[in-house]
């Protein structure tokens, strides 16, 4: 019973992440009806961008947590969200008009591009960063099993939920989301009533890359080390969890991440740790199979 | 047609010049500005592994670098845009046909003239070890790229997992040599079946997924049989690999210095002395040979009514299913085919290594056959062959700048989509024509 | 698929009899489409014949080009018999897949939009439609591939019979070139033409005339009367433009709202007043007459 709480807990904290990511693809999908391939690695490069501030904090003398944990969270948004933003106006935006594998390739080219760029220019090994937030406290014991709640899965969580909470108002209040839902159903309509189309989509890669951003710094404090290559797995797996939970809604991609963050978790815990994305990988391919509209999205009928 | 953002539209006559200095200054100041945003973390402070964690060095004068290279960029974009009539866009973009144009007439009439010279090469006097095994290595993704042609190319499935039939034709071969001795040519054919079953099992469930998930399916698949050869210790030695693979023989002639009891060697039989070139060179053909079968299946093919409903499935699949075609079954024939040639150039690349280990069979594999498809322009032959010379066999002489390779490749893929999103020789032949060639014939600009 | 419907009031005692002459080809019956809580057609019931031209007309939104997409498998309708008897076979639509239909049923369509294989050349796209004969002659591609059987043969037979519809739509000078770059009135013919190389007996065109100038119109009228008069199949034609319909039609269903509205000949559906008032609203007492008076016509 204190495995599984454990896990719980770790399972819940782990989907935060990779939900956090999963609204990116499933903001985009919704937008321009592409998976953006290079989304995963712009994780990678906010958790990068999240790695170097600490250390420039560190050498700065800011050791108060909350204080830099903020700066690093604002510093990580506003750089990444200036890559998603670029990515989108190299890659996608050219070739909006064209045949649909275009811009499908040309994301696996950027994909590929972003990963080596920061291999090459941080080199191949894995960075550590030593633990920002620690301690925690004990939900239950029994015998030898202590069942903790580190701080940090609470940061994580509680982070995850505000920004969840704010975004949602943001779609669903502001005029920006409007346009975004416009854009979503009709994008020709949409700009021939005056929504400045080309800008709803930028902003719509720069908070999804905002989003990554949050996803990156968590992951860097949460499991203390990161590489050029997290991206690629990383991506996959918020890619299936928008799919599970319904592309193209931003609670489903929520609830999409703690769903794999959970099954990759028990997985791990149960059974075994080799096979943990072979795992999340079957799920969405039986997700595919089965229910292409996820959990919580709406069938789409093809227009004959 | 510009890779760079475009400025807002202003309307010049043809011939007319104007110079705004101030917006283009603008323009590129901007540029510069996110260019040293973009830079700031990951170019201008490096992260270095020192014991007890991490230091960072400031590498500014490569930031400024970069800067500099980006404003000077924009500012010659944006420049030349201001200066020249807007029709040179346009006409940039025929001379791109007409050179492709003239690329395919030279392949019609030379494509044999190619195979000839591909069948001498290695018995002319520069053909050393070294440039031999490149023409290898070339011919081999040579064939891969072919192989994936009929998948992408051809019918039009985004197929992101590829070298999975790669891996399971080099495993299925080395498993059948290793534990039931059986030699290269009778084991070939059945790499390939194990291949090509392996495609219909992937894609009859998924194969009627739309493109973009198609693709992300093909990519989890090939990752799970990458992740499953690596943990499948017991059958695939896991990340040991597999080792002690035989090389294939020359009817029956081994290429070995000293054989074995009872075998005969190729240059005893010939009378020369034992030069390890001469496996080498064999192995050369071997592939040559490969390549060419499927080069003449994927032709040949082309014009029999399953290659044309490939074709017609990539262009409009509605349209197929109400002129009687069977999308699923048409799909699944691609995928396997395609699957099964992957499984033969597999089976050859085990045969030539001696050993194969899942690392040799990453993603990253997938993408780069996929680029040279993509490249090449998709459903092109003769583009296929140059993309794998440009990117193959130019990366392997380029050897120090092995680091960039893939660098290159990813900046590669971006900027063709962009400037010619149906590759370098995307102009098609119609299979069957009512008019002889010439006569009224021809696609229009 | 439930067979249970019920008789509603609207059935089919009001109509006048199913059109005489040759024998029906196609029997609807109870046909009704839900999408949802969404009806787009309910209960709608006719009958079209071979070697005669039915058209199915209506205000945007009526239903018709869902009772195509029913009727060609692309949507499987929620209650309702589709028969198509084809004399040696008879076919219940409504359980085969879309392209089994166009197989062995034997129902041909174009579509609202077009759709052509526009980086294939004209005269492939005729090719490729003749797939499964060829299919079978290359030995399923096997025996093709090795170079025996009659493909050779097949492969002549198809591009003549291409070549007879092309001269028929006037695209023999366009057979090479990518469809995709003919002029809009020459693909809707190509599509046509495509269409009619898969030999079909039931020849379904959604919206043929949209877009056509007045002569292309013409020329799209005597085509269809050319094919229901020489190829002896069944047509069944939406279309808005009213000059088609009441030229070439032997027998108009009208729809509304989803419901068929009207049955009968074009003299009939004219005159009808329950067309009138679908087409051109209810009668407003205190606004000026329409121009040719109240009892609306045509066009």
Sequence with gaps: MEYFTQQLINGVTLGSIYGLIAIGYTMVYGIIGMINFAHGDIFMIGAFIALISFLVLGLAGITFVPLALLIVLVVAMMFTSIYGWAVERLAYRPLRGSFRLAPLISAIGMSIFLQNYVQLLQGARVKPLPPVVQGGFTVMERGDFTVIVSYLQIVIVVVTVVLMGAFSMLIARTSLGRAQRACEQDRVMAGLLGINVDRTISLTFVTGAALAAVAGLMFVIYYGVIDFYIGFVAGIKAFTAAVLGGIGSLPGAMLGGILIGLIETFWSAYFTIEYKDVAAFSILVLVLIFRPNGLLGSPEIEKV | MAVVPDAPARSIAPGERRLDLAAVLKEAAIAGLIALALGFFIIGLKTDTVPGGLALKGRWDWVAIAVAVVVAGRLAIALRRQMRPQAASARREEIANRIADGVKTFARYAGPALVVMAVAFPLTPFANRYYVDIATLVLTYIMLGWGLNVVVGLAGLLDLGYVAFYAIGAYSFALLAIHLDWGFWVALPFAGCCAALLGVLLGFPVLRLRGDYLAIVTLAFGEMIRIILLNWYHVTRGPDGLSDIPRPSFFGLEFARSPEEGVETFHTFFGLDYQSLHRIVFLYYVILALALVTNFFTLRIRKLPIGRAWEALREDEIACRSLGINPTNTKLTAFAIGAMFGGFAGAFFATRQGFISPESFTFIESAVILAIVVLGGMGSQIGVVIAAVLLIGGTEVLRELEEFRMLAFGAAMVAIMVWRPRGLLAHRDPTVRLHQAGAGGGSPP | ?299
């Design chain 3, 1 to 299: 698929m439930s067979a249970a419907w019920t008789m509603e009031t609207a059935g089919a005692g009001d109509w006048p009899a199913a059109p005489s002459g040759a024998g029906a080809l196609l029997s609807v019956e109870h046909l009704t489409m839900r999408f949802g809580g969404l009806i787009a057609v309910e209960d709608v019931s006719f009958v079209a014949g071979k070697s005669e031209i039915t058209a199915i007309i209506g205000p945007n939104g009526a239903g018709k080009t869902t009772v195509f997409n029913c009727l060609t498998g692309f949507y499987k309708p929620t209650v309702g018999r589709l028969a198509l008897d084809r004399g040696e076979r008879a076919f219940l639509l409504e359980r085969m897949d879309d392209f089994r239909i166009a197989q062995h049923a034997r129902v041909a369509r174009t579509f609202q939009n077009i759709r052509l294989f526009p980086a294939m050349s004209v005269l492939e796209n005729l090719i490729v439609a003749q797939h499964n004969r060829l299919m079978r002659a290359s030995g399923f591609t096997v025996a093709g591939l090795i170079g025996f059987g009659g493909y050779r043969a097949a492969e002549r037979e198809a591009v003549e019979l291409a070549r007879h519809w092309l001269a028929k739509v006037g695209l023999i000078a366009a057979a090479d070139t990518n469809a995709g770059g003919l002029p809009y009135g020459a693909q809707r013919r190509l599509e046509i033409a495509r269409a009619m190389c898969t030999r079909p007996v039931l020849l379904c065109l959604d919206e043929p005339a949209a877009g056509l100038n007045p002569r292309e119109t013409a020329e799209l009228s005597d085509l269809v009367v050319s094919i229901r008069d020489q190829e002896r199949i069944g047509v069944l034609l939406i279309e808005h433009d009213m000059g088609v319909v009441m030229g070439i039609a032997d027998h108009i269903i009208v729809l509304d709202y989803g419901r068929k509205i009207s049955d009968g000949t074009p003299e009939a559906v004219r005159a009808d007043p329950t067309v009138v008032k679908a087409y051109l609203g209810e009668d407003d007492p205190d606004l000026p007459d329409p121009p040719g008076g109240r009892d609306g016509g045509g066009g």
